[in-house]
């Protein structure tokens, strides 16, 4: 069984940076695609990037130039460097994998991010 735990969150100014990183155990990391969803207070769950087994990756938006996703399929951990946060960035980011040849998803349990001065 796969699980996934995110780590990272907390509280950050505006304009300031934090990184997320999501580890992953149970199956092999390196047949997953991955992906950070952010759910914002009264908001549904919206994707945030994505990177593929392949190491391609899409961002939102509304975070592109401001974000990285990455992944260490050798420490079967993905990351989401968060650079020039703004409190639109706050909420649960939840991290994701998808089976790269059945469609199956797991979840994580979230980490919260709340940008504030």
């Known amino acids: 069984q796969v699980q996934l735990v995110e780590s990272g969150g907390g509280l950050v100014q505006p304009g300031g940076s934090l990184t997320l990183a999501c580890v992953f155990s149970?199956?092999?990391?390196?047949?997953?695609?991955m992906a950070w969803y952010r759910q914002s207070p009264g908001a549904q769950r919206e994707l945030v990037a994505n990177?593929?087994?392949?190491?391609?990756?899409y961002y939102d938006g509304a975070v592109k130039g401001r974000f990285t996703i990455s992944r260490d399929n050798f420490g079967n951990t993905m990351y989401l460097q968060m650079n020039r946060v703004k409190p639109d960035d706050t909420g649960v980011y939840f991290c994701?994998?998808?089976?790269?040849?059945?469609?199956?998803?797991?979840w994580g349990q979230g980490t919260q991010v709340t940008v504030s001065s």
């Open positions: 990177i593929s087994t392949e190491g391609d990756s």
């Open positions: 994701k994998a998808d089976y790269r040849f059945f469609d199956i998803s797991y």
């Open positions: 149970g199956r092999s990391f390196s047949v997953y695609h």
